[in-house]
């Protein structure tokens, strides 16, 4: 069975936490979006009984289902990338839900009042906004993830194995990095057991080539990950 992934085609954006574990299993699966192109994306969150409301979703036979979250909560033990144990399932969408929450501060920073219109027509407020995300909010999110890997004792995030959590932080880190690198930089400096997470998931010889293909869109923007320099703190 070939999965099928819809996404903008020019953007990583949250289609690429599910392109990572889709990657890092070998998994068969389309792009489908980078074929058929953004109209076809969004007609097709509008037919059958269990619409998406927002890419990425995931088809899988008759299956829809959207939210990362979710798309990730199910592909998680079909690729093997999640406990076996129900308790160690929910850690791990509970780590992958909160990594998300810091994505979504991360987009509000460049829209942080008016998500349909553009950066330039609200930097004062993404200024604001920013300050208070680079100074506090990246340190105290890194912060949490530094205190799960380290309490683990196993460089991972939820248990013994890697988990399609520590995929998405290693994306985290990587869009952080491009979009604040001096604020990311100094957080990082502060939480080596991420950094060293985000540096094995780098290696992971599936990751690794994956980065290298051009199946890897760079960061732009147009994603969620932007680099204003402006936004980047002191
Ligand atoms: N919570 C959803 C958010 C989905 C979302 O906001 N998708 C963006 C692209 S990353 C989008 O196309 N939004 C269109 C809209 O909200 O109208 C998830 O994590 O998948």
Request: proline share 6%; hydrophobic share 40%; charged share 20%.
């Amino acid at each position: 069975m070939t999965y099928e992934l819809h996404y903008w085609p020019t953007i990583q954006g949250r289609g690429e936490f599910v392109r990572l574990a889709l990657e890092q299993a070998g998994a068969p699966y389309v792009d489908v979006a980078r074929k058929t192109g953004a109209k076809a994306l969004m007609a097709g969150l509008r037919g059958g009984p269990r619409p998406a409301f927002a890419p990425p979703y995931l088809k899988d036979g008759d299956l829809v289902i959207g939210q990362t979250a979710a798309i990730l909560f199910y592909l998680g033990p079909r690729l093997a990338l999640a406990p076996q144990d129900e308790a160690g399932r929910l850690w791990t969408h509970q780590v992958q839900l909160t990594l998300a929450d810091l994505v979504a501060e991360a987009h509000d920073t460049h829209h942080p009042v008016d998500v349909s219109k553009t950066y330039e027509e609200q930097t004062i407020e993404a200024g604001r906004r920013a300050a208070g995300f680079t100074a506090d909010r990246i340190p105290k999110y890194f912060g949490w993830l530094e205190t799960i890997i380290t309490r683990g004792e196993t460089g991972w995030l939820a248990g013994p194995r890697l988990t399609y959590a520590d995929l998405s932080a290693f994306q985290v880190v990587e869009g952080l990095r491009y979009a604040f690198p001096r604020a990311t930089g100094r957080a990082l400096a502060a939480t080596p057991a991420l950094a060293t997470l985000a540096s094995e998931v780098a290696r992971l010889p599936n990751i690794a080539a994956y980065l290298a293909s051009d199946r890897r869109l760079a960061f732009n923007e147009d994603g969620i990950f932007r680099h204003y320099p402006e936004l980047d703190g002191d």
